[in-house]
């Protein structure tokens, strides 16, 4: 069964700085086509935030650029968001994405960001 499990969610406060990770289980970590971190604010829809493909391209929402950056280590079979200079607009629910580029996906269960002003 693949899983993706997200942890590094929290508060901070406005200026600060966070990385989430995002570990992935029962596929292999190779595999995975396209990663993505999305995210969902309180009646708003999910977002994209960052994505990074396999061949290595990567794009950022224009709300994050300059303050983000997604990675993925294959030793630790995770993926990462960093992100800094943290606004209270970034208060979300963070989703972790993964795709195998032949149909299948999966989503981590989320982890909650609070940015305080």
């Known amino acids: 069964q693949v899983q993706l499990v997200e942890s590094g969610g929290g508060l901070v406060q406005a200026g600060g700085s966070l990385r989430l990770s995002c570990t992935l289980s029962?596929?292999?970590?190779?595999?995975?086509?396209?990663w993505a971190w999305y995210r969902q604010a309180p009646g708003e829809q999910r977002e994209l935030v960052a994505e990074l493909t396999n061949g290595g391209m990567i794009t950022y929402a224009e709300s994050v650029k300059g303050r983000a950056t997604i990675s993925k280590d294959l030793a630790k079979r995770t993926m990462f968001l960093q992100m800094h200079t943290l606004k209270p607009e970034d208060t979300a629910v963070y989703f972790c994405y993964a795709d195998d580029g032949w149909g299948a996906n999966y989503w981590g269960q989320g982890t909650q960001v609070t940015v305080s002003p």
């Open positions: 029962g596929m292999n970590f190779a595999s995975v086509y396209d």
